[in-house]
Nanobody
């Protein structure tokens, strides 16, 4: 079974930076893309940024210009550079990967890493 292992969370002051990293424990055949979601207390999980196999990226409006996603699809690793952090960025961040096989979509999730931004 594939596992996504995250690292890099922690506590930082507002305006600071953190870098999240994620790597898969084994190959994911037909990988479609990778990305990062986050979930703050009492809120739904939301997509922060993702990157497709072809290199196309998406960013939530709330992080545009501050966060940068990068990935090595062949090695199944993805990183999220977070600059200019704000208290509202505080959440558990989850690494995500997906693939399609015979018309079905398969999702893979990391265990989550806590990011706390103090004001």
């Amino acid at each position: 079974q594939v596992q996504l292992v995250e690292s890099g969370g922690g506590l930082v002051q507002a305006g600071g930076s953190l870098r999240l990293s994620c790597a898969a424990s084994r190959n994911i055949f037909n990988l479609n893309g990778m990305g990062w979601y986050r979930q703050a207390p009492g809120k739904q999980r939301e997509l922060v940024a993702d990157i497709s196999r072809g290199g196309s990226t998406y960013y939530a409006d709330s992080v545009k210009g501050r966060f940068t996603i990068s990935a090595d699809i062949a090695k199944i690793t993805v990183s999220l550079q977070m600059n200019g952090l704000k208290p509202e960025d505080t959440a558990v961040y989850y690494c995500h990967a997906d693939r399609y096989l015979r018309g079905a979509k398969y999702d893979y999730w990391g265990q989550g890493t806590q990011v706390t931004v103090s004001s």
